[in-house]
């Protein structure tokens, strides 16, 4: 009975995932603009590719959401779930923590704008607390950490209510049992609360690893204008280095060199995908 329930998800998951994907690497192969006729180039595409600057940048910007906004986002998300675990009206700060992930990323994109302008409510804020020379929020230099930050800050509740429901599930009396044992709090969640969710903090990574690949709007809307100019190149990760290759505003579309980016993209987040798989693959624990 196997092929007759998987058959239909796998001709699904073959026509819309990987034939495209055969297509774009075949197609990465190419120069061709999307309407002419495609001129062989081989593995050049990819050659030209990690020689331009700007694709370099892009790819350390998304390896630098991975990693600092990754670190940033469990380190914040293990601290709320050491508080919420005993905190009165848990499910209440949880739903709060959880808002942001409901909202599109677009929205907080232009709430930026308006928030960290330079005559926005947070500078006049700081003008009334004495602060004259506020930072340049919007700046080229501090326009990604910004982002980085927003990034954090939406997606903190959304894994620590995951990791909180697995927490859940964790029978009271070996919390009670380490707290007579003398054990503090912080105890208690590395001997009990880590062991006993790891499983879930482990799939919690791997979604933030591939969804760290994939951050888009938020970045177009955050670094552009309303005349729709591209964001600074400075804050490019390798999403909108495809976008701008293939739909560029002022130039040939190079829809060879854009596929080959983004196939780039595909191996780096599969090769940590499995690495980090690898790495946090323990015993399960039995309670």
Known sequence: MFWPFAAPALVVYAVLFLAPIAYSAWTSLYRWDGMGPKQWRGLKNYQILFEDPFFRSSLANTLKILFIGGTCTFAISFAL??????????????????????????????????????????????????????????????????????????????????????????????????????????????????????????????????????????????????????????????ALYVYEEAFPAQSTPALGMATAAALVSLVMVGLFTLILRRIMRRTAVEY
């Open 81 to 238: 779930t050491l508080a919420l675990r005993e905190m009165q009206g848990r499910l209440f700060a949880r739903s709060v923590l959880f808002f942001p992930c409901l909202v599109n990323a677009m929205v907080f994109g232009i709430l930026a704008g308006f928030l960290f302008s330079p005559d926005g409510p947070i500078n006049q804020i700081l003008h009334l607390v004495g602060i004259t020379m506020p930072p340049k929020w919007l700046s080229t230099d501090n326009l990604f950490p910004m982002i980085v930050g927003t990034l954090v800050w939406t997606a903190t509740g959304y894994y620590t209510a995951i990791i909180m429901a697995a927490v859940d599930q964790i029978p009271t009396y070996l919390y009670e049992a380490a707290e007579l044992d003398g054990a503090n709090a912080f105890q208690r969640f590395r001997h009990i609360t880590l062991p006993m969710a790891w499983d879930v903090i482990s799939v919690c990574a791997v979604l933030w690893t591939v969804s760290s690949v994939k951050i888009f709007e938020l970045i177009l809307v955050y670094g552009g204008s309303s005349t729709g100019q591209a964001p600074p190149v400075q804050t490019w990760n390798t």
